[in-house]
């Protein structure tokens, strides 16, 4: 089997469902074959590298280890989803400082260990924040760091299927910005169904296999992707874990010159109207990391955005108050990439 690359992965927090699911989904895609897992849980990292040895992957190279220094060595990509899982009830912000404290943790080990990692991908939530905090005591480029968060996308995309009786694969142009949770935003204007456009069926201008959808009926449906990391804990008791372990592997995929990723990226922004802040943006994904673009939207999802903006901004100035990260205009002396 070929692999997008031979370079070493770490996963950390790969005893979790998530972590084991990257690793799973790294040799599954084809995404890479080298991989070292972390845990500091030794029993639970120990059987889920056993679960993954099991499955028999060709040329897999898989390591175990407790020791995060070790897992990180010369990692040429890091994906984390080493924080704590939220819980029904709980908003992705009510995780916000212990994450946010393992984060900096995280971040101080990769400038100490893999310095010149190619890409860093941060799983675990609130995302939008971790991955700024990481990005600031890792030294990397930002370019290097990331979120994941085509999630919310995916899941507009399923929910647009589902209401139209149409395959997935048929809904297209699908993309939420901003934040990844209540403060993201919605952009329609390049979304289809079956190649018709969704702001001309909910115009009342088009419909799609006999089926409309009108302004309440989005609203709806925009709910729906908004509750949608909630629903599943509702469901199964616990948080996705299948969904970000497969895009987290195709991110690296793509990194690797392997493929083309088509979702957003969590991008570290500077200049106007957004600066400061990690968030999801239009984005391409290559060997040189992430770079982003402003999206094009009408007013009301340009008033969403900044609505997320400002929420990001306080969550941020929040971890900073909590002394994690130092004033912003101290970054650079953290992390001379954000000079």
């Known amino acids: 089997m070929n692999y997008a ?3 070493k992965v770490a996963v950390m927090g790969a005893a979790g ?6 690793v799973q989904s ?8 080298r991989i070292a897992m972390f845990d500091p849980f030794g029993p639970g990292l120990e059987g889920a590298a056993a679960e993954i040895h099991h499955c028999g992957f060709p040329n897999a190279e898989v390591t175990w280890t407790t020791d995060a220094a070790e897992a990180l060595a010369d990692a040429a990509y890091v994906l984390s989803s080493g924080g704590a899982p939220r819980r029904e009830g709980m908003t992705r912000e009510d995780l916000l400082r212990g994450n946010a404290e393992i984060a900096a943790q995280l971040g101080r080990d990769i400038a100490a260990n893999a310095p010149d990692a190619k890409l860093v991908v941060i799983v675990f939530n609130p995302a ?15 370019s290097r760091v990331s979120t994941l968060a085509g999630l919310d996308s995916t899941r507009l995309q399923t929910r ?10 048929r809904v297209t142009g699908c993309r939420t910005y901003g934040g990844h949770g209540q403060e993201m935003a919605l952009f329609k204007g390049e979304t289809r169904i079956d190649g018709v456009l969704l702001n001309d069926v909910i115009a009342g201008a088009a419909a799609v296999n006999g089926v409309g959808l009108d302004a309440d009926g989005w609203a709806g449906i925009r709910q729906d992707v908004l509750d949608g990391g909630s629903r599943i804990i509702k469901l199964r008791g616990r948080s996705s ?3 970000p372990g ?3 592997a195709m991110m690296v995929h793509a990194a690797a010159g392997g493929s083309t990723f088509e979702w957003p990226c969590g991008a570290y922004l500077t200049g106007e109207p957004y600066s400061h802040v990690m968030m999801a943006m239009p984005a391409e ?11 094009q939207g009408d007013d009301a999802e340009l008033a969403e955005l900044d609505a997320a903006y400002a929420h990001l901004q306080a969550l941020r100035d929040e971890t900073i108050e909590m002394g994690i990260i130092p004033p912003v205009d101290e970054w650079a002396s953290v992390n001379p990439n954000l000079a």
């Open 17 to 22: 469902a998530v972590g084991s699911n990257i």
């Open 241 to 243: 874990f299948q969904s």
């Open 26 to 33: 790294l040799l599954a895609t084809g995404a890479a074959n």
């Open 160 to 169: 647009l299927a589902e209401h139209f009786g149409v395959s997935q694969s």
């Open 5 to 7: 690359t031979n370079d």
């Open 246 to 248: 497969h895009q987290t």
């Open 128 to 142: 939008d924040v971790t991955g700024l905090v990481t990005l600031v005591h890792s030294g990397l480029p930002a």
């Open 285 to 295: 994904l290559g060997p040189d990391g992430v770079s982003w673009s402003m999206p």
